[in-house]
């Protein structure tokens, strides 16, 4: 069997926090000997002990010192770490860098380019934050490029912009957007939009636009105002295609102005 050594350079042992479940993400390494080639195979498996009760998000794992390394152990493509959990009594090897720990103390150099997870190949990402505590920018934004932006239970505050890949959720909660007057709450353009009655068909006794946008659903609470009136009808939304599209319809045929919709979905 392939040795398991901690880094002698490495004294000052490093804690971790799970941001979420990490059972799937903790595991064994063990090693065999081909016995036609001699060859020395290695490979990680998941800990049969570990599951979502003893390994929860907020645990705190700490590093034993014995280290896996690409170039050194077979059958491993990143760095692995071995990390002890007072808690469960559990001890196994994970990727540090996985999105599902927050590293507490790391002096990884930058020039150091990452690989992908050990079992995947998704890229490393930045460490999570996980704290009981409040996340506070000083002029700056909280931005999820492509994830969500969640309070479980608290509120989501800004003087200034919030903006989401995702989605932006509050359990119990409040989103409150510019306390003062400089804030934005930004929609992307799937939930709101303009549309010219002018270029609807007339169908029966009325005027019928399509809006097609992937933001609605069949459940969806659609609101019409107009911002041009032009022989003004009374609208409503209707003919709804989930994913696809929906109507804005007119009871006036001659019907020409300019009306914004914006859609809200529920949870």
């Given at each position: 069997m392939?040795?398991?050594?901690?880094?002698?350079?490495?004294?000052?042992?490093?804690?971790?926090?799970?941001?979420?479940?990490?059972?799937?993400?903790?595991?064994?390494?063990?090693?065999?000997?081909?016995?036609?080639?001699?060859?020395?195979?290695?490979?990680?498996?998941?800990?049969?002990?570990?599951?979502?009760?003893?390994?929860?998000?907020?645990?705190?794992?700490?590093?034993?010192?014995?280290?896996?390394?690409?170039?050194?152990?077979?059958?491993?493509?990143?760095?692995?770490?071995?990390?002890?959990?007072?808690?469960?009594?559990?001890?196994?090897?994970?990727?540090?860098?996985?999105?599902?720990?927050a590293v507490f103390n790391s002096d990884k150099p930058i020039e150091i380019v990452d690989g992908g997870d050990n079992n995947t190949t998704t890229p490393h990402k930045g460490s999570p934050v996980f704290t009981t505590g409040d996340i506070i920018t000083s002029g700056g934004d909280i931005t999820a490029q492509t994830g969500d932006i969640t309070a479980t239970a608290g509120d989501i505050i800004a003087g200034d912009d919030i903006s989401a890949g995702g989605d932006i959720t509050t359990t119990g909660g409040s989103i409150v957007i510019a306390q003062g007057s400089t804030g934005l709450f930004k929609l992307p353009t799937t939930l709101v939009g303009v549309g010219n009655m002018a270029a609807g068909s007339i169908v029966g006794g009325f005027r019928r636009l399509t809006i097609n946008t992937t933001g609605v659903r069949t459940t969806s609470k659609i609101f019409l105002t107009y911002s041009g009136i032009n022989n003004a009808g009374i609208l409503s939304a209707e003919s709804i295609v989930n994913g696809t599209s929906f109507q804005i319809v007119s009871d006036n045929t001659l019907d020409a102005g300019t009306v914004q919709w914006m859609i809200i979905n529920a949870a």
């Amino acid at each position: 069997m392939a040795s398991v050594f901690a880094d002698p350079r490495e004294r000052n042992k490093r804690h971790y926090i799970a941001a979420s479940n990490f059972n799937g993400v903790f595991y064994n390494y063990a090693t065999s000997m081909n016995p036609t080639t001699y060859v020395t195979m290695g490979g990680l498996t998941a800990l049969t002990a570990a599951n979502s009760s003893n390994c929860p998000r907020g645990r705190i794992l700490r590093e034993v010192g014995n280290r896996l390394y690409p170039d050194a152990h077979p059958g491993i493509s990143t760095m692995m770490v071995k990390v002890y959990d007072a808690n469960s009594g559990l001890s196994g090897f994970i990727d540090p860098n996985a999105p599902q720990f927050a590293v507490f103390n790391s002096d990884k150099p930058i020039e150091i380019v990452d690989g992908g997870d050990n079992n995947t190949t998704t890229p490393h990402k930045g460490s999570p934050v996980f704290t009981t505590g409040d996340i506070i920018t000083s002029g700056g934004d909280i931005t999820a490029q492509t994830g969500d932006i969640t309070a479980t239970a608290g509120d989501i505050i800004a003087g200034d912009d919030i903006s989401a890949g995702g989605d932006i959720t509050t359990t119990g909660g409040s989103i409150v957007i510019a306390q003062g007057s400089t804030g934005l709450f930004k929609l992307p353009t799937t939930l709101v939009g303009v549309g010219n009655m002018a270029a609807g068909s007339i169908v029966g006794g009325f005027r019928r636009l399509t809006i097609n946008t992937t933001g609605v659903r069949t459940t969806s609470k659609i609101f019409l105002t107009y911002s041009g009136i032009n022989n003004a009808g009374i609208l409503s939304a209707e003919s709804i295609v989930n994913g696809t599209s929906f109507q804005i319809v007119s009871d006036n045929t001659l019907d020409a102005g300019t009306v914004q919709w914006m859609i809200i979905n529920a949870a």
